[in-house]
């Protein structure tokens, strides 16, 4: 038996009586609340969401991605159920494109509504699976984002300055070549997101993917680092047979 499942076993059952009247205070309610769960199966997780609830699991990327693995970093993995109001009203607090970008605080309790806690840590969401007829969240894959960790993170790409944009006022449009980067990133400098300064190109401009500017400790996944990630166009004039 894992000492994790014997902190749940013996955990005061008592305990959640007195904490099932009072509510966190705003600051923490994006802390994700989990409880644990022992057994799995598509049965267990239908119930689950049947009860208001999100199954999830929370390992060492490496797990996810193929990489090198330790025995510690398989010992984290974490079978939990999450609330699906939390979840949701965490989704929508957030951009859409930002949220596999973005670490949460986790608590995992010893149930609903216990004051007991058993583990907790930051996590960074993998991959939020969705109903594609409804769009209502399946389950979630979380990462731990310990400090001193490194992950690899799809960043998205924020591009700012086109209102003041020299080629854009001479009729170019900006060409957003690359959504997103690929970085390594220690966990405690994961950027949500990365804004790209277009306040300075001119027409046939471009910005590439080594000049973008991050922390210095991000480093970037990338065979070609001069790979453009942007460019200001010229204008396109269609000929018309009109006289």
């Avoid at 070609?224 to 166009?233: D, G, L, Q, S």
């Amino acid at each position: 038996m894992s000492r994790f499942a014997g902190r749940l076993r013996t955990a005061v059952l008592n305990t959640r009586s007195s904490s099932l009247s009072s509510s966190p205070p705003a600051a923490a309610y994006h802390t994700i609340q989990a409880i644990p769960r022992e057994c799995t199966g598509s049965k267990v997780s239908a119930r689950d969401r049947a009860q208001g609830r999100v199954p999830a699991v929370v390992f060492a990327q490496q797990l996810f991605t193929g990489g090198k693995i330790d025995g510690r970093s398989v010992s984290r993995k974490r079978i939990l159920t999450t609330e699906r109001k939390q979840i949701q009203a965490i989704l929508k607090s957030v951009q859409p494109e930002c949220i596999c970008s973005t670490t949460f605080p986790l608590q995992i309790r010893a149930g609903s509504g216990s004051s007991v806690l058993l583990e907790s840590g930051k996590v960074l969401p993998l991959k939020i699976h969705r109903d594609p007829e409804t769009g209502k969240v399946l389950n979630l894959v979380f990462a731990w984002a310990d400090e001193g960790s490194e992950l690899k993170v799809d960043v998205p790409l924020v591009f700012k300055g086109e209102d003041v944009c020299p080629g854009i006022k001479k009729g170019g449009n900006l060409n957003r070549i690359r959504p997103s980067l690929k970085f390594l990133c220690p966990a405690e400098h994961i950027p949500s997101k990365i804004e790209v300064d277009v306040s300075n190109l001119d027409i046939g401009d471009r910005i590439l993917m080594h000049e973008v500017e991050v922390h210095p400790s991000l480093k970037l996944l990338s065979r070609n680092e001069t790979m453009p990630v942007c460019k200001i166009n010229a204008a396109k004039f269609e000929e018309s047979g009109e006289v």
